[in-house]
């Protein structure tokens, strides 16, 4: 993902993904809530790396990096993404750094505001990569033509 901003760099943003998989990990309390923002996490990696796959295996090259680009705005899914991301791993690790053992630090009404963030940038994000993928097979038909 050649456009992400420093900030939002694919390594970056899989570091982000980890860290924040690490410490819903070791939480403690409220097993439900944590696993199923882990699982939220886990499949926002699965897209990411799909998504900087098909950049960087991308016959369209710059087209598709442009599509890219306008996804990873601060207003866009990306951005917005890796916002919310971000704010889960700080308000984690501030409660970590306080204690040994971190206890859960969110209610489940905030455990739900941040899933459905995270499902409707992740929807997003699947429907960019959709399209890519139709445009890919078009392609594929008019040259086999």
């Known amino acids: ?19 924040v998989i690490k410490y819903v990990s070791t939480a403690t309390g409220a097993t439900k809530d944590r696993k199923r923002l882990r699982e939220e996490v ?14 960087d295996d991308s016959e369209e090259g710059k087209a598709w990096s442009e599509t890219v680009k306008v996804l990873e705005a601060a207003d866009a ?15 984690l690790q501030t409660k970590n750094s306080h204690s040994r053992a971190l206890k859960w630090p969110f209610q489940e009404k905030e455990v739900e505001k941040i899933i459905s963030t995270i499902e409707r940038e992740k929807s997003l994000l699947s429907l960019a990569l959709e399209n890519n993928s139709r445009k890919l097979l078009q392609g594929i038909i008019k040259r086999s033509k």
Request: charged share 15%; net charge neutral.
């Open 1 to 19: 993902m050649d456009g992400l901003s420093a900030a939002a760099s694919p390594v970056s943003f899989l570091q982000l993904l980890a860290e």
């Open 42 to 55: 886990r499949v926002c990696s699965n897209i990411l790396q799909q998504l900087k796959d098909d950049v």
């Open 77 to 91: 899914p990306l951005g917005r993404l890796y916002a919310a991301l971000q704010t889960v791993k700080t308000q």
